[in-house]
């Protein structure tokens, strides 16, 4: 991004407002925006721009038709000592975890092990956010979830997965926190947008269009067309893990059961979550964060040259001290959205 597109250089408070003032103009509570906010304006910041601002007007879409319920109050119920079961009344994914934010701490005190099944939510955002608070405060949390039928199985023509992204987080000694976000398709939904906008050929094997035959145009993936799973059959077998996890045990629905209906231009999949927490002390080792760290060592040693989620800290640090740069065009459309306006089809 060239300087003469930046218009400013906002910290990550600044964005947060602005992003929080978008929301309840668009029908959200309070709480919701203030989570929504933070999440997307993290996003931004860390440099992960699938899931920043570009993500804002389809927020705005799936809140102005009615497709999501922006003041929703999820229901949290405790099903025996370590499961933690959550309706998200149709309303987003990250306040409804929220809200069970002390039942999963007391299931950790208790048992050592949360599991949370989330149905009935709208995920619209990287999976990173959810579980790297987690291993902050020394937990292993891994999370599923699945979404809207973007992704066909392996050898097939028609979509049934959605990109189905698997997060995990672990605390490492003297170091960040081991954070793994990655689709299960060969890539981010969000990023076949980006190649869009820019006119840009997809890598080979990415996806298919409507018919079915293979494509680079990202266009036609988005036209009726789809992604491809990563690894083939084995990356569609565990697609196929993530949609049942996910969309099955929560009790919520499968990626193709997804049916806007009436509320033609929604874009948030409405679908199911999985998360399990862990307390890695009362699995037999003492010492889980530097026996991380040993494995963190031997892996850069071997010629690893990153670790996941490091460009992230690194855009996040870089980004705390100059600002998050946005582009002139983006700003006034967030500007516009601040006022109750209509988002652009980006």
Same mark, same amino acid.
């Given at each position: 991004m060239t300087d003469e597109l930046l218009a400013v250089r906002m910290d990550f408070d600044e964005l947060v407002l602005l992003l929080r003032k978008i929301f309840i103009s668009h029908g959200t509570s309070a709480f919701v925006a203030d989570i929504l906010a933070a999440n997307c304006a993290g996003c931004?910041?860390?440099? *992960? &721009?699938s899931h920043g601002i570009f993500r804002m007007p389809g927020y705005v879409a799936s809140l102005k038709t009615g497709w999501v319920d922006g003041r929703a109050d999820a229901? /949290?119920? +405790? /099903?025996?000592?370590s499961f933690i079961r959550i309706d998200a009344c149709n309303g987003f994914a990250q306040p409804a975890l929220a809200a069970a934010a002390g039942a999963i701490d007391e299931a950790i005190e208790r048992t050592g092990v949360a599991v949370v099944a989330i149905r009935n939510s709208h995920h619209f955002s990287a999976l990173w956010p959810d579980v790297e608070p987690f291993a902050r405060k020394g937990l292993v949390a891994i999370s599923f979830v699945n979404g809207l039928a973007n992704v066909v199985p392996h050898g097939g023509h028609t979509a049934v997965f959605g990109t189905n992204p698997i997060a995990?987080? #672990?605390p490492v000694a003297d170091a960040e926190p081991l954070v793994v976000d990655q689709a299960t398709s060969v890539m981010a939904n969000g990023e076949v947008r980006l190649h869009a906008l820019d006119n840009q050929p997809l890598p080979p094997g990415t996806g298919v269009d409507s018919s079915g035959a293979a494509t680079t145009d990202p266009h036609a993936v988005l036209a009726g067309g789809a992604l491809n799973t990563f690894g083939g059959y084995k990356?569609?077998?565990? *697609? &196929?893990?993530v949609e &049942? +996890?996910?969309? *099955? +045990? #929560?009790?919520?629905?499968l990626s193709f059961e997804n049916d806007f209906g009436h509320c033609v231009g929604a874009q948030t999949p409405k679908a199911g979550q999985l998360l399990i927490v862990i307390d890695p002390d009362r699995g037999g080792s003492t010492d889980f964060s530097q026996r991380a760290a040993l494995l963190c060592k031997h892996l850069v040693e071997a010629g690893q040259d990153r670790l996941p989620g490091a460009r992230r800290y690194k855009n996040r640090h870089t980004t705390q001290t100059s600002g998050i740069p946005i582009a002139k065009n983006a700003l006034s459309e967030l500007l516009q959205m601040a006022t109750g306006g209509a988002a652009s089809s980006s």
């Open positions: 931004e910041r860390d440099g *992960a &721009l229901e /949290v119920s +405790l /099903v025996s000592p995990f987080a #672990t990356g569609s077998s565990i *697609a &196929l893990m &049942l +996890l996910a969309g *099955a +045990l #929560t009790g919520g629905q």
